[in-house]
């Protein structure tokens, strides 16, 4: 696989543009953390990067999750390899999933701390318990490159770190948008600062400190 | 999924619509029924729109009555909605819209006959009882806060002018708008029986074989629903509403004596009026409860729930048509085309069109209910879904229909089939009077044998059987949203 590169990538909302022009290349097996203030445009960047390199079949992380919560945390989770499976083998699993189906999801929960929650719906679950499940489908999806928008902004302590491990290992590649700066240095390879839609800071993190990542903010 | 209690009530409703399916009469008895299709849908593709002022005549009339009856009852409903927190009132309009127009047209056909006057009232007064709950509906969601706050000594009129109808207005503006395309179709089959409306003309170019009238009536009517935000405007509306009465047509004069005799002999019960006590009123209840009443709910019942489930289930299946998860711009427009066409089809209309097609069984009522409804259930879970945003990533297909957009839209879906369950068991009880053995079949038949009395406790049974729907209705939505609530939103 080929480096990932964005050449002068610009993003607009109507005649107003939020984004770029930037370019950025990404190396194979880097794991990259975004980080600035809200309304910098990491959000606006990860989708570029979506849309961008979607026949890499990137696995997503939204912002805001973008789970169903009417269905079951397994259905959630499972929707991530949809694409795997044929249509009817879908269809049957939403009335009653498949043991081999189960046996691979239901470890994946235990290791995120939420198996007893595997058939209750997501609608019921906390704030914390939904961005493990939604880390869950991504992980459930697998591929080479995952793009998470503020994966762990719900969780604390050892639980955000838990769930950091899980996602930078499952994932070779990763862009993760970050307001956490302590857990950006100590989970990541590399950070790029953004502020006003453009790249103000491009560094390895074994270079940083959280001081030097404050004039962003 | 399957603890989900939606999920289980769905499948408590399919199951019993299977069993009632077993008790229900299904068959085609006409020679060739598809050859009648064939000759109806020619008149569709070469309508013959030469008998111009007939058709002229048909639509402006159609128009004349909608028009005075919604804005009739607009005004009333208003005025009612202010006092919407005494029971009297609240149980009032439970009643008078619980009672289809038709039938409030079959009672003042007795004794005002064919004057304008009793398609007006027909369409007024349950309008009136809608538009009032609706209206005070509104009134509540809107905040209290601006009221608070007025000065003391406003006074109550200047009051709820600037605070409560100020910011209901667009809504009530709205609600009133949706209503007046109601109010269209039912000044439509107003003509079937005897107004001088669309359903009249369209009964008779039935009646002469037609096809090529009856293709033109039809397409007209489409043209006329699918433009009306074209032609109402707001700034026209007072021009329509004044020129309306006037082209209601004469109709035939009111003969005063039939309306005392209506209240004084017609609908006084038979045995009470002839004398034999109560004793006999007693037993005279009991027959007609045992040998037409019953038949009647049974036969209603039946109908209401086997067409509840096939509304849905159409509804589920043509959604994506008009939404644009599934559909681009052009799949998108045929979409609209064809669920405007099915929610514009008034269900009495098509019954109507659909018997004459495939002859009298419960076969054209069901399809009829499920077409409409179904169109109008599809078209706002299409609008619905439309305000999802879904995820980049989101799949297609199956996939989207079945992971993605259903699971989020399927509680809106059942609260507007529960909703729709209470009007789809009106018209069904109205459609007896095209032949099928509902509650209306029984209601006609004793106005064709000049029993009133009998008609009038039948129309009172059908009325407490809807509101009876309702009030369970009301009650799974209540049940159902607080587990909604729970589980759906995010």
Redesign the interface.
């Known amino acids: 696989m080929n480096a990932l590169a964005l050449r002068d990538a610009v993003a607009e909302y109507g005649t107003i543009r939020v984004l770029g022009p930037l370019s950025l290349t990404l190396a194979i097996g880097e794991h990259v953390a975004l980080v600035g203030k809200s309304g910098a445009g990491k959000s606006t960047l990860l ?1 570029v990067m ?2 961008h390199w979607r026949d890499r079949h ?3 992380m ?1 912002q ?1 999750l ?1 789970l ?5 945390v397994f ?1 959630n989770v499972y ?1 991530g390899g ?2 795997r499976r044929r ?1 009817w083998y ?2 049957v699993t ?2 009653r999933p498949f043991g081999r189906d189960v046996r691979v999801i239901l470890p994946l929960l235990e290791r995120l701390d939420i198996a007893d929650k595997c ?1 209750t ?1 997501v ?2 679950l906390s704030g914390g318990e939904r961005q493990r499940v939604a880390a869950a489908r991504a992980i459930h999806q697998g591929g080479d490159l995952l793009l998470a928008d503020e994966p762990v902004s719900a969780l604390d302590g050892p639980l955000a770190e838990q769930l950091m491990t899980a996602l930078t290992t499952a994932y070779p590649t990763a862009v993760l948008a970050m307001h956490d700066v302590e857990l950006a240095l100590r989970f990541t390879d590399r950070v790029v600062g953004i502020a006003d839609g453009c790249i103000a800071l491009d560094e390895p993190s074994h270079r940083l400190t959280a001081q030097d990542l404050l004039p962003l903010y | 999924m399957w603890q989900s209690a939606t999920v289980r009530t769905s499948l408590g409703f399919i199951a019993l619509a299977i069993v009632c399916a077993f008790f229900a009469d299904f068959q085609i008895s006409t020679h060739d029924p598809w050859q009648e299709l064939g000759r109806l849908m020619m008149g569709l593709v070469i309508p013959d729109f030469l008998a111009v002022d007939f058709l002229g005549e048909a639509l402006l009339r159609t128009l004349a009555f909608a028009f005075v009856g919604v804005g009739l009852g607009a005004f009333v409903g208003l005025l009612l909605a202010l006092a919407f927190h005494s029971t009297w009132v609240r149980t009032g309009c439970a009643f008078v819209r619980a009672i289809h127009e038709l039938f409030w047209a079959l009672i003042f056909l007795q004794f005002f006959g064919l004057h304008p006057l009793t398609g007006v009232l027909a369409i007024a007064i349950p309008y009136a009882g809608i538009f009032a709950k609706v209206y005070a509906e509104i009134f509540d969601e809107t905040d209290p806060q601006p009221s608070r706050v007025l000065p003391q000594g406003s006074g109550r009129a200047a009051g709820l002018a600037f605070t409560r109808l100020s910011q209901a207005w667009p809504h009530l503006v709205n609600y009133t708008s949706y209503r007046l395309e109601c109010g269209l179709r039912s000044s439509a089959v107003l003509g079937f029986v005897g107004m001088p409306t669309l359903g009249y003309y369209l009964e008779s170019a039935f009646a002469q074989g037609l096809y090529g009238s009856v293709g033109a009536l039809l397409i007209l009517f489409y043209v006329l629903i699918a433009t009306l935000r074209l032609w109402v405007r707001p700034r026209l509306l007072p021009f329509y509403l004044l020129a309306a009465p006037f082209l209601l047509g004469s109709g035939l004069p009111i003969v005063w004596s039939n309306v005392s005799r209506f209240f004084t002999q017609d609908i006084v019960p038979a045995p009470l009026r002839n004398g034999e006590g109560i004793g006999g009123f007693g037993a005279w209840l009991l027959d007609l409860l045992a040998t037409q009443a019953l038949p009647g709910i049974w036969n209603t019942l039946l109908l209401t729930q086997i067409a509840l489930v096939i509304t849905g289930a159409l509804a589920m299946v043509l959604f994506p048509l008009i939404s644009r998860h599934f559909t681009g711009r052009v799949g998108g427009t045929l979409g609209h085309i064809t669920l405007v066409v099915m929610r514009s089809t008034p269900e009495y209309l098509l019954a109507f069109i659909l018997l004459q097609l495939w002859g009298p069984s419960m076969l054209p009522a069901v399809v009829a209910l499920a077409l409409h409804n179904g169109g109008i259930i599809a078209h706002l879970l299409g609008q619905r879904s439309n305000q999802l945003t879904l995820r980049q990533d989101a799949p297609h297909g199956l996939d989207r229909y079945v992971y993605e957009v259903t699971p989020r839209v399927y509680g809106p879906f059942l609260a507007l089939l529960f909703y729709r369950w209470e009007i789809i068991m009106r018209e069904t009880a109205i459609l007896g009077i095209l032949g099928i053995a509902t509650l209306g079949f029984y209601v006609d038949s004793a106005i064709q044998e000049i029993r009133f009395d009998r008609a009038l406790v039948l129309i009172l049974i059908t009325a407490l059987l809807n509101i009876g729907v309702d009030v369970l209705a009301r009650r799974l939505r209540a049940r159902l949203r607080l587990r909604h609530n729970v589980n759906c939103e995010p």
Do not use: R
């Open positions: 989708s979506f849309d990137p696995a997503l939204p805001d973008g169903v919560p009417t269905l079951s259905h929707m949809l694409s249509g879908n269809l939403l009335v058939w719906p609608g019921e």
